[in-house]
């Protein structure tokens, strides 16, 4: 039913308003709102993506879990998809997404409803980490990503930067491949 939608539903919608809009300012003006629109949706989405950019290095950097950043990003990019489709109504679509205000209710839905389902689909991808181990608060099990703390175990494998090579593991030669005909020459 969504690809229904999707590839026959909303072209037409698009193609009626364009007709619409066409028939009420001209085909000359309807093609240059289009191309103005979508040029002024570019110039949007690389600013609004790039502050998005540096406020998740910034949580990162702080050891946080950039989920609104990563939220914002997500529609950022859907919002910029939209914007290069031609039409109005996708254009209209768009720009909602990519204004801060007007994102702001959008992000609570995406957080709420759609990130929720995947959490209960998929509770490992949900946490993000695939090799972190999870601490459990002095409260119980965790209920959200945020309510845990969550690092990095070393790895012993890696040797260190100031390891001397007396320090450093043995290296174990790997066998000889059977099927190498070098070897047996």
Known sequence: MLLFVAFIVIPLAELYVIIQVGEQIGLPLTIVALIAVSVIGTVLVKREGTATYFRAREVLAKGGIPNKELTDGFLILLGGALLLTPG??????????IFPPTRAPLKRF??????????????????????????KEKRGTPRRAEDARVWREPDDTKPSRDSSPAQL?????????????RDRV
Do not use: N
Not at 170 to 181: K, L
């Open 169 to 181: 593991p043995p290296r174990q030669a790997a066998p000889p491949d059977e099927g190498d005909s």
């Open 88 to 97: 109005f109504l996708t254009d209209i679509t768009g720009l909602i997404l």
């Open 110 to 135: 995406f957080r709420t409803i759609v990130f929720g389902k995947l959490a209960k689909r998929y509770p490992m991808v949900a946490g993000g980490m695939y090799s972190a181990k999870v601490v």
